[in-house]
């Protein structure tokens, strides 16, 4: 988000962006549709109301994220979810109500993986993994800055992945909203497409990554 808004303040600087972190799903749609928020942006749901309009915009691909000198066990490359090893992991906080991907792949391949804390943000998971020996499922762009941290990052089989997108309120956004969904459109399938061609020259998906950061903003 912070690339997006710079990015998108650089070329429009008389716009201001108001961004703020809620605690549910079920907030974030109370914000959109009360007009606390044009755009809210989440991970895909297969029951949103009648007055809220959901965009896809790509998918989020989780890497396993663990701390610097720790692979798991085994051969290196693609790891098994059921290789991932022992060390606990550092969750990020979920609603009751709302989906968790990456209990939900984990329960689905029999994967019984011990909780050792639970944090309000992905910061804070990151921050654990480097600092308090837990491990952590990060977005690929924080796979990036997990790399530059020293840390391990490991691609797993199945791959944990979840469509997101951007939920507003039915009917035509205001301009400035719109161009937004329109620049983030933009840089993830910029960012998509250099993963992809870096995919096809024989990188694995985190080499791919960290070849493709030019394509991050």
């Given amino acids: 988000m912070a690339s997006w808004a710079g990015g998108f303040t650089h070329k429009y600087p008389a716009v201001r962006l108001d961004i703020s972190e809620v605690g549910s799903r079920h907030e974030l749609v109370a914000a959109v549709t009360d007009g606390r928020a044009e755009l809210g942006f989440t991970l895909a749901c297969e029951e ?4 809220v309009d959901f965009v896809e915009l790509g998918v989020q691909r989780l890497l396993l994220v663990r701390p610097p000198g720790r692979r798991p066990p085994g051969p290196c490359g693609v790891v098994p979810l059921t290789r991932i090893g022992d060390l606990p992991l550092v969750r990020r906080q979920v609603i009751r109500n709302e989906e968790d991907p990456v209990q939900r792949v984990l329960t689905a391949h029999g994967v019984e993986c011990l909780t050792g804390a639970t944090v309000p943000s992905r910061t804070a998971q990151m921050a654990f993994v480097l600092g308090s020996g837990f491990q952590a499922f990060l977005p690929l762009r924080m796979c990036a800055a997990a790399l ?9 089989d199945p791959l944990i992945e979840s469509p997101f997108g951007v939920m507003h309120r039915s009917g035509a956004l205001v301009p400035a909203a719109q161009q937004f969904v329109n620049d983030v459109d933009a840089a993830l399938r910029g960012w998509y497409e250099a993963i992809a061609a ?15 950061r030019g394509a991050l903003s």
């Fill in 48 to 51: 949103l109301r009648g007055d």
């Fill in 148 to 156: 530059d941290a020293g840390a391990c990052v490991v691609e797993t």
């Fill in 198 to 212: 870096h995919r096809a020259d024989g990188l694995d998906l985190v080499d791919a990554v960290v070849a493709a």
